[in-house]
């Protein structure tokens, strides 16, 4: 039996499960390296598109003091309750402020799309250039709008309060325009009924020699292989990249 009901108009509830394959010690570990390695050793930390804050628990555990920031006040609270010792923000990341600068901002799991557009990306990176300390260091991971296979979805699957979770998330994009959409479809199954759940997020579509043209006049950009395991350059190839970009004296 299916239905098409939504499981939940708020996805905080579901959050933690839908990404519970995600290897986020992996993921902060090598953020944490790449502001060692390029930025100017200071400890405060940023977070965008922070959600229920499990990047921002590691990131504590190597002695920053961070911030979460967010769109979503559920999330936010979830992010609290796991992390009390950082601050959190409800501001939208294409145009916050900080009241004081800090030195690493981080946006994991391709959230710097949530841009939704050009103009508002544009926004975004200006944000956080004005938010960064001297020789601070933006990471983010991107998507190439002309690499996108829109029949690759990734899947997962789990078990929770006697129910089983089916995920499923899916790049798609026209082949022009700057919007690609994130599709995304949660299945339920208890006592063998099924709930469906779908929902598409639109998200700014870009190339990364485009992304490269808008980070340069603010940044000294380092684009990055896709890997967690080790830090080595793009293969100029790859569909997927880290991008490290480190604050210049003066924008271009």
């Given at each position: 039996m299916m239905s098409s009901n939504a499981l939940y108009t708020d996805l905080s509830g579901y959050y933690d499960l839908m990404c519970c394959d995600i290897n986020y010690p992996a993921q902060s570990n090598t953020v944490h390296r790449l502001h060692q390695l390029l930025g100017n050793g200071g400890k405060a930390h940023l977070d965008l598109a922070c959600g229920t804050g499990p990047h921002i628990r590691h990131f504590i555990n190597y002695g920053y003091h961070s911030i979460g920031l967010d769109l979503n006040q559920p999330m936010l609270d979830l992010a609290k309750a796991r992390c009390p010792q950082a601050h959190f923000m409800l501001q939208n990341m294409c145009s916050f402020t900080l009241d004081k600068p800090v030195d690493l901002i981080s946006c994991f799991l391709y959230s710097i799309h949530y841009s939704a557009g050009i103009d508002q990306l544009k926004r975004c990176i200006a944000s956080v250039y004005a938010a960064l300390n001297a020789g601070g260091v933006f990471c983010f991971n991107a998507v190439d709008k002309d690499k996108i296979c829109n029949h690759?979805?990734?899947?997962?699957?789990?078990?929770?309060?006697?129910?089983?979770?089916?995920?499923?998330?899916?790049?798609?994009?026209?082949?022009?325009g700057e919007q690609q959409a994130l599709k995304l479809r949660i299945a339920k199954t208890s006592a063998g009924n099924t709930q469906l759940w779908q929902d598409e997020h639109p998200m700014v579509a870009i190339n990364f020699a485009e992304l490269q043209a808008l980070l340069l006049p603010y940044f000294e950009v380092h684009i990055l292989a896709h890997d967690y395991d080790k830090i080595s350059p793009w293969d100029n190839t790859s569909g997927n990249a880290l991008f490290a970009c480190v604050k210049r004296c003066f924008p271009a």
């Amino acid at each position: 039996m299916m239905s098409s009901n939504a499981l939940y108009t708020d996805l905080s509830g579901y959050y933690d499960l839908m990404c519970c394959d995600i290897n986020y010690p992996a993921q902060s570990n090598t953020v944490h390296r790449l502001h060692q390695l390029l930025g100017n050793g200071g400890k405060a930390h940023l977070d965008l598109a922070c959600g229920t804050g499990p990047h921002i628990r590691h990131f504590i555990n190597y002695g920053y003091h961070s911030i979460g920031l967010d769109l979503n006040q559920p999330m936010l609270d979830l992010a609290k309750a796991r992390c009390p010792q950082a601050h959190f923000m409800l501001q939208n990341m294409c145009s916050f402020t900080l009241d004081k600068p800090v030195d690493l901002i981080s946006c994991f799991l391709y959230s710097i799309h949530y841009s939704a557009g050009i103009d508002q990306l544009k926004r975004c990176i200006a944000s956080v250039y004005a938010a960064l300390n001297a020789g601070g260091v933006f990471c983010f991971n991107a998507v190439d709008k002309d690499k996108i296979c829109n029949h690759s979805a990734v899947r997962h699957s789990t078990t929770h309060d006697n129910s089983h979770f089916e995920f499923e998330s899916l790049w798609h994009y026209s082949g022009s325009g700057e919007q690609q959409a994130l599709k995304l479809r949660i299945a339920k199954t208890s006592a063998g009924n099924t709930q469906l759940w779908q929902d598409e997020h639109p998200m700014v579509a870009i190339n990364f020699a485009e992304l490269q043209a808008l980070l340069l006049p603010y940044f000294e950009v380092h684009i990055l292989a896709h890997d967690y395991d080790k830090i080595s350059p793009w293969d100029n190839t790859s569909g997927n990249a880290l991008f490290a970009c480190v604050k210049r004296c003066f924008p271009a």
